[in-house]
T-cell receptor, first 115, second 109 residues
Framework: ETGVTQTPRHLVMGMTNKKSLKCEQH?????MYWYKQSAKKPLELMFV???????ENNSVPSRFSPECPNSSHLFLHLHTLQPEDSALYLC??????????????FGSGTRLTVV | DAKTTQPTSMDCAEGRAANLPCNHS???????VYWYRQIHSQGPQYIIH???NNETNEMASLIITEDRKSSTLILPHATLRDTAVYYC??????????FGTGTRLQVFP
């Protein structure tokens, strides 16, 4: 248990489905992040939230919609995905956006397969 | 743009020290060196970080050269559970973590 919990661990969805990934942290951190890791590729930073405000959106298609209702929870809403969106989606948190202590704490990820 | 260069893969015998190199010749004065590892299909795990002094914790040691252009992560007694991809990242304290391709370390019996 890393302190950052992601659910579900595995998700299979059709291209017309709508689903949501959930991330929860009770570390008292103020910044949260979504990363995508496709097969044989480095982790790609998707979204950055600080104190529940989105501060970065790295050219992510609109079929991915993040939501941060409070500092402990982060969601990634998915709709009309493509098979190439199949990947490991990782959530992370840090004390603050500019934190330089122990860096980021990552969850175990959600393995998404789009069929 | 890649700020670090790491070997693609390395092998290490169990019980031996694993020394993982990282080149960061364009590092700026305000950039820290971070090391993370990712065990298969899990999220990355923080290992250690430093600015210019050598650092040690319960997991590893970080040796940074005097000119700060390269560093080495040392796992003093590698175990099979240390098999993972190890990422060396340079980052100003105000910036996000951007991952490269890392070094795949295989520890063998």
């Amino acid at each position: 248990e890393t302190g950052v919990t992601q659910t579900p661990r595995h998700l299979v969805m059709g291209m017309t489905n709508k689903k949501s990934l959930k991330c929860e942290q009770h570390l008292g951190h103020n910044a949260m992040y979504w990363y995508k890791q496709s097969a044989k590729k480095p982790l790609e930073l998707m979204f950055v939230y600080s104190l529940e405000e989105r501060v970065e959106n790295n050219s992510v298609p609109s079929r991915f919609s993040p939501e941060c209702p409070n500092s402990s929870h982060l969601f990634l809403h998915l709709h009309t995905l493509q098979p190439e969106d199949s990947a490991l989606y990782l959530c992370a948190s840090s004390q603050d956006l500019n934190s330089n202590n122990y860096g980021y704490t990552f969850g175990s990820g959600t393995r998404l397969t789009v069929v | 743009d890649a700020k670090t260069t790491q070997p693609t893969s390395m092998d290490c015998a169990e019980g031996r020290a694993a020394n993982l190199p990282c080149n960061h010749s364009t590092i700026s004065g305000n950039e820290y060196v971070y090391w993370y590892r990712q065990i298969h299909s899990q999220g990355p795990q923080y290992i250690i970080h430093g600015l210019k002094n050598n650092e040690t914790n319960e997991m590893a040691s970080l040796i940074i050269t005097e000119d700060r252009k390269s560093s080495t992560l040392i796992l003093p007694h590698a175990t099979l559970r240390d098999t993972a991809v190890y990422y060396c990242i340079v980052r100003p304290y105000t910036d996000k973590l951007i991952f490269g391709t890392g070094t795949r370390l295989q520890v063998f019996p």
